[in-house]
């Protein structure tokens, strides 16, 4: 059966720090893999995605993704986090038909001034 | 341009009754998607549309969910005689449909219902 696995329910990273989100997925065929992000309040918005090629992706907002098929992983990143990135995150896996998607149980971060 | 609305943004209601959840899609995306989101929970996939086609219903926890989708547009999700286990936030998505991989992957999501059972 398809999942997503978020390892880490909540992280807190000081303002400037770099961050890392764990993402592991199974799945049998070839996976398409989202990282979405939930501000409060706010409805999710799509960071960035992977579909094929090169394993680096580039987001929005600055985060960047890497695929790892032999770790079954897409972590996301980034370099320099902002006090603005607080809010959850959410890796998700389509199906090669887009009709379905399985997200992950969300990671909280938060953001230390 | 206006992006996927769903009403009404609360919602309580007492254990037995039923609901009715509204989504609106953003304009000629033919793809819809709900989700449910419990607390501390990812997001469950419940029902998809495409177009007028007969809906993906796999991931509908029990026979009082159902949903509709009229003209291929506005959806309803109806919640027949409430549990208290049904209290979540109730998420609508919806894309531009099966027209190339690139087309299909992004989802566009409501601001979510939040329902609550007593």
């Known amino acids: 059966a398809q999942s997503v696995t978020q390892p880490d329910i909540h992280i807190t990273v000081s303002e400037g720090a770099s961050l890392e989100l764990r993402c592991n997925y199974s799945?049998?065929?070839?996976?398409?893999l989202f990282w979405y992000v939930q501000s409060p309040g706010q409805g999710l918005q799509l960071l960035l995605k992977?579909?094929?090629?090169?394993?680096l992706v580039q987001g929005i907002k600055g985060f960047e993704a890497e695929f790892k098929r032999s770790q079954s992983s897409f972590n996301l990143r980034k370099p320099s986090v902002h006090w603005s990135d607080a809010a959850e995150y959410f890796c998700?896996?389509?199906?090669?038909?887009?009709?379905?998607?399985?997200f992950g149980s969300g990671t909280k971060l938060n953001v230390k001034p | 341009g206006a992006g996927v609305s769903q009403s009404p943004s609360n919602k309580v209601t007492e254990k037995g009754k039923d609901v009715e959840l509204r989504c609106d899609p953003i304009s000629g995306h033919t793809a819809l998607y709900w989700y449910r989101q419990s607390l501390g929970q990812g997001l469950e996939f419940l029902i998809y549309f495409q177009g007028n086609s007969a809906p993906d219903k796999s991931g509908l926890p029990s026979d009082r969910f159902s949903a509709e989708r009229t003209g291929g547009s506005v959806s309803t999700l109806t919640i027949q005689r409430t549990q208290q286990e049904d209290s979540a936030v109730y998420l609508c998505?919806?894309?531009?449909?099966?027209?190339?991989?690139?087309?299909?992957?992004?989802?566009?999501f409501g601001p979510g219902t939040r329902l609550t059972v007593l």
């Open positions: 992977y579909f094929s090629g090169d394993t």
């Open positions: 998700a896996v389509g199906l090669e038909n887009f009709n379905k998607f399985y």
């Open positions: 799945y049998g065929a070839t996976p398409y």
């Open positions: 998505a919806s894309s531009l449909g099966p027209a190339g991989v690139e087309r299909r992957d992004t989802q566009y």
